[in-house]
């Protein structure tokens, strides 16, 4: 089957740096995904990988290895309004996303 | 601007009624998607539509119903066959099916059956 894992949640604080990690197991892969949402509201596109290696976006990097089906998401000098559900999905063979349940991050002054 | 607009935000449903929620886009896209959030849960993906007049039953289709009559619309009709229906429902687009690009979403509907 297919499936994507990642922490339920997470604590860290502010000016810090935090690393969410994701792995998978898909039917195939076109790319993985970061969404941030927080709560009540819609996700917001982070970022996309489809190539190993880290793609960088200011304070936010991703990082992919397809070989070990993983992926994490750095987060660098967090600020508050940082504190959101990090969704981490998988494209399949099928141009179909596979969520994984999300991490939730707190962080504290 | 361009961008995904769903209504209502917020809904309350007695027991046995059928629900429509409104999702319109007018970012040109074809490919368009209903999910359903649940605390703890992943995205779960109900119906989407790759084209005008045509949908495909996603993982949770049982109890909702969609149509595509037009391009920006893609309302979705929550049944009363639908045996848990409260929840937060997404709507989503991106270019094409067969692409690799990101999904938009809109705000969200929040259902609660009373």
């Known amino acids: 089957g297919q499936n994507i894992d990642q922490p339920t949640e997470m604590t860290a604080t502010e000016g810090a740096i935090v690393q969410i990690n994701c792995t998978y197991q898909t039917s195939g892969f076109n790319g993985l995904f970061w969404y941030q949402q927080h709560a009540g509201e819609a996700p917001t596109f982070l970022s996309y990988n489809v190539l190993d290696g880290l793609e960088e976006k200011g304070r936010f990097s991703s990082f992919l290895s397809r070989s070990k089906g993983y992926s994490y998401l750095l987060l660098k000098e967090l600020q508050m309004k940082d504190s959101a559900s990090y969704l981490c999905a998988v494209m399949d063979s099928n141009y179909q996303l596979i969520w994984g349940a999300g991490t939730k991050l707190i962080i504290k002054p | 601007d361009g961008g995904i607009t769903q209504s209502p935000k917020y809904l309350f449903r007695k027991e046995g009624q059928n629900v429509t929620l409104s999702c319109e886009q007018n970012?040109?896209?074809?490919?368009m998607y209903w999910y359903r959030q649940d605390p703890g849960q992943g995205l779960r993906l109900i119906y989407y539509s790759q084209i005008v007049n045509d949908f495909q039953k996603g993982d949770i289709a049982e109890g909702y119903s969609v149509s595509r009559e037009k391009k920006e619309s893609f309302p979705l009709t929550v049944t009363s066959a639908q045996k848990n229906p409260t929840a937060f429902y997404l709507c989503?687009?991106?270019?094409?099916?067969?692409?690799?690009?990101?999904?938009?979403f809109g705000e969200g509907s929040r259902l609660t059956v009373l």
């Open positions: 970012l040109n896209h074809d490919a």
């Open positions: 989503a687009s991106k270019v094409g099916s067969g692409e690799t690009g990101e999904l938009f």
